[in-house]
């Protein structure tokens, strides 16, 4: 078996840690591309959310390089990502691709079907005691693939040089790639934190801080969404993505559940006390908990015509006027164009400056 599967942050270098333990042969898909989205696009659906088109490139591109087998999770709920993989092994069969399509659905939908999802994922012998240990590798590698990629945005607007600390994480991630045990993991995550805390900072005053939201594959996915992350800490912005990968895998399993995501749920209920799909609601709570952290805006990515997050973009504008809170809402798809999106987020913290600096002048017209 050779197996593929979609690009979604840094899944694939935990992935590449986990199936070679399992004895499973993966090809991860080329890094995603102008080619990449061309593929998905002509060949999905005209209305069909953006991701489906991106992933379904990369699946067609794993198979061009002799992938036999798709692995695709599932969704729930209104959310059309639950229809993802339907559509996508329906287009590969059309186009006469002789592949295996091995889909995991959530275990609502039949413990048996999960089983036996899992059964062939984790190379057709499932022992719980060899899948509990490459997991939990696996597991921990990702997590630390975020807490990297959370520190690239934290201080890229603090250390005075940004080239140090875009290095220092790249070959952290690079290294983590060869990691075959948890002795590994630990020797290179304690050294990637020494040489993170060792780049020089720069004095400045408090700055601008922004937070995001949205839709779990777009928020997450730098080469979709135009590396916002970069951008925004170039512009001496802090940056702080409530959407997680790790915390979205850990609400879809069953038995588990990721505590984030209910404080989340729990501070949108003024707002919305249902689940809308997605991650409609994750969107609305999180920016009502960025309010009362005390940012200074939110920018909202999603893909265009994403049902949950639309309902939620209403309900956003309502949180924003409530807690003073500017909002910037941005769809994607294979539309949109990187120079009309730099063109907005300057705007928008051009915005964010012009109201911290209006906010100090009144506060001190109000001392004098």
Not at 165 to 174: A, F, G, P, V
Not at 180 to 197: F, P, T
Not at 247 to 267: C, D, G, M, N
Not at 301 to 307: A, D, G, N
């Amino acid at each position: 078996m050779k197996a593929t599967f979609p690009h979604l942050a840094h899944l694939d270098i935990a992935l590449g840690v986990l199936y070679p333990t399992l004895g499973v042969e993966i090809i991860p898909p080329p890094a995603i591309s102008k080619k990449t989205i061309e593929i998905g696009v002509k060949l999905a659906p005209q209305n069909a959310c953006f991701p489906l088109k991106v992933t379904l490139g990369n699946f067609l591109e794993g198979i061009e390089m002799g992938a036999d087998t798709v692995f695709m999770a599932g969704g729930v709920g209104p959310c059309r990502f639950g229809y993802y993989g339907q559509v996508q092994k329906l287009i590969i069969e059309d186009m006469g691709y002789d592949v295996r399509f091995v889909l995991l659905d959530h275990p609502r939908y039949g413990w048996k079907q999960f089983l036996d999802a899992i059964k062939i994922m984790m190379g057709g012998r499932f022992s719980l005691v060899r899948a509990k240990r490459a997991a939990t590798l696996a597991w921990q590698i990702l997590r630390f693939t975020e807490e990297l990629e959370n520190s690239r945005r934290s201080l890229r607007c603090q250390v005075e040089d940004t080239h140090t600390l875009d290095t220092t994480i790249d070959r952290t991630l690079e290294q983590l790639r060869s990691v075959d045990h948890m002795g590994k993991l630990v020797r290179i995550r304690d050294q990637a934190r020494e040489a993170l805390r060792e780049i020089p900072r720069q004095k400045q005053e408090r700055m601008i801080r922004v937070g995001i939201v949205g839709e779990v594959y777009i928020a997450q996915e730098k080469r979709i969404n135009f590396n916002i992350d970069r951008l925004l800490g170039d512009l001496g912005v802090y940056v702080d993505n409530s959407v997680s990968t790790v915390e979205y895998i850990l609400h879809t399993l069953p038995f588990v559940r990721s505590q984030e995501k209910l404080e989340a749920w729990k501070l949108a209920k003024p707002y919305l006390n249902r689940f809308v799909g997605g991650e409609g609601i994750d969107s609305v709570g999180s920016t009502v908990r960025y309010a009362q952290w005390g940012f200074d805006g939110v920018i909202h990515l999603y893909p265009f015509t994403c049902m949950p997050e639309v309902v939620a973009k209403g309900i956003m504008n309502q949180v924003g006027k409530d807690h003073d809170l500017p909002i910037l809402h941005l769809a994607i798809d294979e539309h949109a164009g990187e120079a009309g999106l730099v063109t907005r987020v300057e705007a928008f913290v051009d915005v964010l400056e012009r109201r911290r600096k209006m906010g100090r002048k009144t506060l001190e017209a109000v001392g004098r």
